[in-house]
């Protein structure tokens, strides 16, 4: 029988159509065993010329919620610049993998730019992040997160280009697979900092200035936990 090229499309759909199942049945079974992390803690340390403005905001959510932890925390400088700062944890990376946070803004009824990989060097290592703007009438908010899925820096960039974004899609879920059939299913965190200004004034760089100066100053653990890059 000549195998065709929509022969070997239909037994890949076929296969993505089987794994997809395998997926749905096995990942209602959550096996991530380790503790859940103490981002309170984690999220009240800083850097020095910064000041945190309240309390930290702890939210603990139930397996069905999108995240299983978020924490939020404001800081100011001595210059009168503030940066946001949120932190939130699944145990379940392939359930709930995290939010790529330009829809939740948009979402939320924001105005967005397209969202672009940027990179910065921090504590030694090369920290890649998605970056874009918020806009709410003449209130803009500068924007970078990232991803650590299973210990491992992991930056979602979706490019709206629909070929390569569903070639990244069905990527990521063989990978699901894979794990699910080893029987690891990795923890996800996602780390977002933020400033806002007016649209008058030029972009800010004050949160890009606050992830440097905050990386410095944790400890190398925290940092690799924080960032998925790096030594312990």
């Given at each position: 029988?000549r195998?065709?090229?929509?022969?070997?499309?239909a037994?890949a759909?076929?296969?993505?159509?089987?794994?997809?199942?395998?997926?749905v049945?096995?990942k209602?079974?959550?096996l991530?065993k380790?503790?859940?992390?103490?981002?309170?803690?984690?999220?009240?340390?800083?850097?020095d010329?910064w000041k945190?403005?309240?309390v930290?905001?702890?939210?603990?959510h139930s397996?069905?919620?999108s995240?299983?932890?978020v924490v939020s925390?404001n800081y100011?400088n001595?210059d009168g610049?503030v940066?946001?700062?949120t932190?939130?944890?699944s145990?379940?990376?392939?359930?709930?993998?995290?939010h790529p946070?330009?829809v939740?803004?948009n979402?939320?009824?924001?105005?967005?730019?397209l969202?672009?990989?940027?990179s910065?060097?921090?504590?030694?290592?090369?920290?890649?992040?998605i970056s874009?703007i918020?806009?709410n009438?003449?209130?803009?908010e500068?924007?970078?997160y990232w991803?650590v899925?299973?210990g491992?820096?992991?930056?979602?960039?979706i490019?709206?280009n629909?070929?390569?974004d569903?070639v990244?899609?069905?990527?990521?879920?063989?990978?699901?697979?894979?794990?699910?059939?080893?029987?690891?299913i990795?923890d996800n965190?996602?780390?977002?900092?933020?400033?806002w200004?007016r649209?008058s004034d030029?972009?800010?760089?004050v949160h890009i200035?606050?992830?440097?100066?905050?990386?410095q100053?944790?400890?190398?653990?925290?940092?690799r936990?924080l960032?998925?890059?790096?030594?312990?």
């Amino acid at each position: 029988m000549r195998v065709t090229n929509y022969s070997l499309l239909a037994i890949a759909l076929g296969l993505v159509l089987i794994f997809s199942e395998i997926l749905v049945q096995i990942k209602q079974h959550p096996l991530f065993k380790g503790q859940k992390p103490d981002l309170e803690s984690i999220i009240k340390l800083h850097p020095d010329g910064w000041k945190a403005l309240a309390v930290p905001i702890v939210e603990n959510h139930s397996p069905e919620h999108s995240y299983d932890i978020v924490v939020s925390q404001n800081y100011e400088n001595v210059d009168g610049k503030v940066v946001m700062v949120t932190m939130t944890w699944s145990r379940n990376a392939i359930r709930h993998a995290g939010h790529p946070q330009e829809v939740c803004y948009n979402a939320s009824g924001l105005t967005v730019t397209l969202p672009r990989q940027v990179s910065i060097q921090a504590a030694g290592n090369k920290l890649n992040m998605i970056s874009f703007i918020g806009r709410n009438k003449d209130i803009v908010e500068d924007v970078v997160y990232w991803g650590v899925t299973g210990g491992k820096h992991d930056v979602r960039l979706i490019t709206n280009n629909v070929i390569i974004d569903r070639v990244h899609a069905l990527t990521r879920r063989f990978r699901d697979v894979a794990d699910l059939v080893m029987g690891d299913i990795p923890d996800n965190l996602m780390v977002r900092v933020s400033t806002w200004r007016r649209e008058s004034d030029p972009p800010s760089t004050v949160h890009i200035d606050y992830i440097k100066a905050y990386l410095q100053s944790v400890s190398p653990s925290t940092r690799r936990f924080l960032t998925g890059v790096g030594d312990y």
